[in-house]
């Protein structure tokens, strides 16, 4: 349990509950988080009284913990939650740690409040958040989007969609990338964060006496570093910056799908090209790639003359983002969903970037 506060001030004592139907000896800390979220919904419109909470750990992994709540009014409205751990001690350990030259804890609150917030983009909307009055990780109160991860969703036409969405994405992010970048709260996807990649998975190699890897690395050696100056030429834009399957989620309404992207802890500002490489990352038939490619091009109105320049710049940014996994960290496992072969990815796209 630990004491908490909203963030204007007003004090609450808030306790992550159990899974599933609250006992007994847990009213009184359901009856403070009700408070707590009931003044935060208030304040967005969602008022009336609570009548009953159900709190369970969320079923999809990330980085900080999760946990679901459903609030029931009495009116019989249910409104559902996602809590998610931000700040110093977030960090789930057996998620591995992000580098120290990457990670902010605040970065995702900053984000939805300055961002994804402002411009409308379809993320899961940040009612407030729920802080600890010492030391500690506090909660984002967020939505509950409804919908099924993109990486569970076979249709090509939702991953075209997806593409679309994040076309109009970065054209909105393109007139404020500069002024949110000179905040220093986004990640800087330049080339020297680029160049740091590629060092770091061959002392991780070497470390782990992985012959096959340096020699592989080695290969590409001079193929990343030409990946990583195209890459700085081109003109930036704001980025989800882990824009992968698992962190969109999807539902059909009607004859088209909504998208909601999620988990915004990396966002980041620089070349538009590396959040389309994450989306199209991994083993892919190359006509189910094209089309995801091509429904991002239209969109973005990328000229038909400029095609192969841009699939040249996407090879570059799928080879960075390839070798970023294999530099992560030294013991870091990647979890299921980005469990890919960065090793056999990384050599695919140095092969298709043009010399």
Not at 68 to 77: Q, T
Not at 241 to 261: D, K
Not at 282 to 305: F, K, L, S, T
Request: positive net charge; contains cysteine.
């Amino acid at each position: 349990m630990h004491d908490g506060k909203l963030r204007d001030g007003s004090p609450h004592r808030v306790r992550s509950l159990a899974t599933g139907h609250l006992a007994a000896p847990n009213r009184k800390a359901a009856r403070a988080l009700a408070r707590a979220l009931g003044t935060l919904l208030a304040r967005a419109g969602e008022e009336g009284r609570i009548v009953s909470v159900r709190v369970r750990p969320s079923p999809y992994r990330s980085t900080h913990a999760l946990e679901e709540v459903s609030l029931r009014f009495d009116d019989n409205r249910v409104v559902h939650l996602v809590l998610k751990t931000y700040g110093a001690g977030a960090v789930l350990e057996s998620s591995g740690p992000r580098p120290r030259f990457v990670a902010d804890p605040y970065r995702e609150l900053w984000a939805y409040e300055n961002v994804v917030g402002p411009l409308r983009v379809g993320a899961p909307r940040l009612y407030g958040t729920l802080e600890p009055k010492g030391a500690g990780a506090g909660q984002l109160v967020l939505e509950r989007v409804r919908g099924a991860p993109l990486s569970e969703v076979g249709e090509l036409d939702a991953w075209t969609a997806t593409a679309a969405w994040l076309a109009q994405f970065h054209t909105r992010g393109e007139p404020v990338a500069g002024r949110l970048a000179a905040s220093g709260h986004p990640l800087n996807q330049d080339a020297a964060l680029h160049s740091r990649w590629l060092p770091r998975a061959r002392q991780h190699a070497l470390e782990r006496n992985r012959v096959r890897e340096l020699d592989a690395l080695e290969q590409i050696a001079s193929t990343y570093g030409r990946a990583v100056r195209r890459l700085a030429e081109r003109p930036r834009t704001v980025l989800h910056g882990e824009l992968y399957a698992s962190n969109v989620i999807v539902h059909r309404s009607g004859r088209r799908w909504v998208v909601r992207p999620v988990d915004w802890e990396a966002m980041a500002v620089g070349p538009a090209v590396l959040d389309l490489a994450g989306l199209v990352s991994g083993r892919w038939d190359g006509d189910r790639r094209a089309a995801i490619v091509d429904a991002y091009g239209c969109a973005r109105g990328v000229p038909r003359h400029s095609r192969e320049t841009f699939w040249d710049l996407l090879a570059c940014a799928r080879l960075v983002i390839a070798v970023q996994w294999l530099g992560w960290a030294k013991n870091w496992t990647p979890p299921s969903e980005h469990a890919h072969d960065w090793l056999e990815e990384a050599a695919r796209a140095a092969e298709a970037v043009v010399r």
